[in-house]
């Protein structure tokens, strides 16, 4: 049984930085597929990112291109989602997620996954 936890969440102001990490316990984060997802208030559940086994391919939904960078180390089997230029509407609670999951298309489907954090808020004023 996998366990995650994140953590690194908080208020901060807009066009400011975050790192989030996710500790995994009972199963390594090299084995699996680790997304990041998020949920705001009111919406649902969305795909951010996620990082493949293996090869450490990262992925990305297009509203986090070219903020948000997913990284992992094996060593500390943790992942990280280091979020840059935030703005309002990413706010939400933040959570990572591992999966054995064998297609690329299926990376972006919270389904797909089968060990979920407990997550962590993050909110960015104005």
């Known amino acids: 049984q996998v366990q995650l936890v994140e953590s690194g969440g908080g208020l901060v102001q807009t066009g400011t930085s975050l790192r989030l990490s996710c500790a995994a316990s009972g199963g390594t984060v090299s084995s699996y597929a680790m997304g990041w997802f998020r949920q705001a208030p009111g919406k649902e559940r969305e795909f951010v990112g996620a990082i493949s086994p293996s090869s450490g391919r990262t992925y990305y939904a297009e509203s986090a291109k070219g903020r948000f960078t997913i990284s992992r180390d094996n060593a500390k089997n943790t992942v990280y989602l280091q979020m840059n230029s935030l703005k309002p509407e990413d706010t939400a609670v933040y959570y990572c997620?591992?999966?054995?999951?064998?297609?690329?298309?299926?990376?972006?489907?919270?389904?797909?996954?089968?060990?979920w954090g407990q997550g962590t808020q993050v909110t960015v004023s104005s």
């Open positions: 997620a591992a999966g054995n999951i064998g297609y690329l298309s299926r990376y972006y489907d919270a389904y797909e996954y089968d060990y």
